[in-house]
């Protein structure tokens, strides 16, 4: 019952932007955390930016470098990646992922949205 979606992806030109979406539904008592990662081909999946919304704590990786913000809105259960400034380099499908918690007796458990595309041209 629990479900994880992502939009927001397209087709964009390089100094471009993009807001990516990730709404959690269903049955669960909180969220520890949500975040994005991306996979280029050939590459392996990394982390993009995550943030835990007790505190409204955040993470990015390096690449970021300033041009990525991710928010959460406490209400609707959604989170959101603004991209500013994408570079070819930024190709690749993203991955929201949602910590949620299911159990009031047990531990969080992760949850994974479809992947979305984002393509920046040069």
């Known amino acids: 019952q629990v479900q994880v979606v992502d939009s927001g992806g397209g087709l964009v030109q390089a100094g471009g932007s993009l807001r990516l979406s990730c709404a959690a539904s269903?049955?669960?008592?909180?969220?520890?955390?949500m975040g994005w990662h991306r996979q280029a081909p050939g590459k392996s999946r990394e982390l993009v930016a995550s943030?835990?919304?007790?505190?409204?704590?955040?993470n990015y990786a390096p690449f970021v470098n300033g041009r990525f913000t991710i928010s959460i809105d406490k209400v609707k259960n959604t989170a959101y990646l603004q991209m500013d400034r994408l570079q070819p380099e930024d190709t690749a499908i993203y991955y929201c992922?949602?910590?949620?918690?299911?159990?009031?007796?047990?531990?969080?458990?992760?949850?994974w949205g479809q992947g979305t595309q984002v393509t920046v041209s040069s």
């Open positions: 992922a949602a910590s949620l918690r299911t159990s009031r007796f047990e531990g969080a458990s992760n949850f």
């Open positions: 943030i835990v919304p007790n505190g409204d704590v955040t």
């Open positions: 269903g049955s669960f008592f909180s969220i520890n955390a």
